[in-house]
Every structure is written in C-alpha cells, then in structure tokens.
C-alpha cells in the first residue's frame, strides 16, 4: 500500500499482471530470458527472486500413437435400445454441449531422447509439460515419471517410466489447425528448476473431429444424431459448400468411408450423412452422394473458416 501512489512501480505491476493474465507462460520466460542456449549449456534466467531458470536442451520425446484420430473418436458408444422416437431441440442440445465441455484426447508416447546419450541432469523425478497455442488454452500436465540413475545411465529405458504412453486433454478455443508449443518444466533432487522447449506437435485439422454429444439419457444415439442433423442442416445460420470428387477404386472407396466412420449417422448404398462436432461449439455437416463416377458432397458448417482445410482432409480421407 505504501507503493500504491507510486506512478512507475504502479505501471510496472500492470505491466506484470498484463504479461500473467493475456500471455502464454513459455512466451513470457522468453521475454525475462536474455538467451537460450542452442548447445545445451544452461543459461540463466533472471526472474527476480533467489531461485533462478536454467535452459537446458531438450531430452524428453512425444511420439504421437495414433495418426489419424484422437482418442474420442476411437471410443466405442453405447448399444442403442429399442426406442422408436426421441425428442431433439436445439436449445437443449446446446445446454449440453456447454455441460460436457468436451476436450479434445490425443495419445502420445512418452520417451527420453537416448540419442543424446549421458542427460543433461540426473535425479528427475516429476516434470510439468506446458502445452501453448492459438487454438488452445494452455494445457499444463504434471507427469511423475523420471529417474536417471547418478552416473547418467538410464536403468530399463525402454519400459515404464522411461517409456509410457501419455493422454493429452486439449481445451479448444477456436477450431483451426495449429502449431502446439511443448515445453517441459521440471525441478532436479537439489530443487534447482529447469526448462527444456521439446519439439513441437502438429494440431491438425482431423484432430479437431468429435462425434456428436448425445444426453447421457437418450436410449437411442443413432435416432438422435440424424434427428439433431435435420436440425442443424436448416438451422439460418450454416454456412454453404460444395465439393464434387472423381469416385475413386473400390478399395480407395472402401478407406474414405471408414476413414470418416466414427462420424456417419445415416448411411446406405449411395449416400452417407456425416456430422462431426467441432469444440467448443460448431459442426460440420457432410451430405455425400455417391456415383460411379462422381462423389457429390454438401457441406454446411456453422464455423465457415474450417471449410478453407476441407480440401487437405479429404485428400487425406482418400491417401
């Protein structure tokens, strides 16, 4: 209180809660960080109290598991009942969409780095994994996990703990590709704290796919995932795309249609409906009419910047 009326203290305390409250943590030590070592030589960071940051190079490895889908769309979904009608409104179909507030679940492989031989530090036992990006809040992971023997050796390093898979929860806050920094934040047996920026992890546009949120009551999810498409096919505010393919071999055919099957809702020998929920909020419809020599899809999207990746997806959907 006695610093309140003091002008320059005043903004430089603004300056602070500005930088903590709007800017990621790994763009802000590199702000306070005067270097960063590209040889591995640790480089302190001055943050102004007794214990300071060092840069060490990076060891630690994330190796992604599953290339073309994320963890939500593998899980498999309730066996419907008989139930031969089902109520859909919009309006609460919305409510739970902001109830579940659904994470995007990518599975990674967690290993050293051995090709870098005898590590940096020994005596690591927890680290903290930052993950930062535009399309994401910040995802931080504490992962007890690490013990490098004293004379630098790893003792089992290809099982658990110095192997294991790891699932990372991402809380989308626009649905668009991006480029996610990995940072790895760690304290050694003595306390000291280190830092080490891991290579970084493509978001991309698959990533962002989840099946359609169904109320944990609703006895038959196939009924209510075509239903909620009618709805959200004449809803106003869709935005509208076309896209006509050559009808590719069957064997080519057969891979796109199981390629998009955790997100079909209706399907028959010449049309398929797809509906896939983009967090937080949007959808991307698929209306596809198949021909022996054309495929014929419909698009509508209430997010319309995710139609300008459509192109790559479904080249993807056909590689």
């Known amino acids: 209180e006695g610093y309140y009326n003091h002008v320059d203290i005043r903004d430089i305390a603004h ?3 500005m930088l903590l409250t709007h800017v990621p943590q790994y ?23 007794a214990t300071s940051l060092k840069n060490i190079k990076n060891f630690l490895i994330l190796h992604r598991v ?18 031969n009608d089902v109520l859909v409104q919009l309006d609460s179909y919305y409510a739970i969409l902001k109830e579940q507030n659904k994470k995007v679940r990518i ?9 870098l031989g005898i590590p940096p530090i020994t005596n690591i036992f927890a680290v903290n994994i930052s993950f930062n990006g535009i399309s994401i809040n910040e995802t931080i992971l504490d992962v007890p996990l690490l013990n490098y023997k004293q004379n630098g050796i790893v003792d089992g390093k290809d099982d658990f703990p110095f192997a294991f898979n790891l699932e990372v929860e991402l809380d989308i806050l626009i649905p668009l590709p991006d480029e996610i920094q990995v940072y790895a934040l760690f304290n050694n047996v003595e306390g000291c704290p280190y830092r080490a920026k891991m290579d ?26 075509q239903k909620l498409f009618g709805l959200l096919w004449d809803a106003e ?8 393919l050559e009808t590719p071999n069957p064997d080519k055919l057969n891979t796109f249609v199981n390629r998009l099957r955790p997100y079909i809702i209706d399907e028959n020998e010449d049309n398929i409906k797809v509906s896939v929920f ?3 909020q949007y959808h991307l419809l698929m ?14 999207t209430d997010y319309w910047k995710i139609l300008t990746f459509i192109d790559d997806y479904l080249e993807l959907l056909l590689k």
């Open 237 to 244: 505010d869709m935005e509208t795309s076309f896209k006509s």
């Open 107 to 115: 599975l990674y492989n967690f290993t050293y780095n051995h090709d």
């Open 66 to 83: 599953n290339q073309f889908y994320n963890e939500n769309s593998l899980e498999s979904e309730p066996i419907d009942q008989n139930e």
């Open 15 to 17: 300056y602070y809660y």
């Open 200 to 225: 970084s992890i493509p978001l991309n546009i698959q990533d962002l796919f989840l099946p359609i949120a169904c109320p944990a009551s609703c006895k038959n999810i196939q009924l209510y995932k």
């Open 278 to 280: 983009l967090p937080p």
């Open 287 to 300: 209306n596809i009419t198949i021909s022996t020599d054309r495929q014929n899809i419909s698009m509508k």
């Open 27 to 49: 763009k802000i030590i590199d702000l306070l960080s005067d270097q960063e070592s590209d040889s591995g030589d640790a480089n302190i960071i001055d943050s102004g109290g």
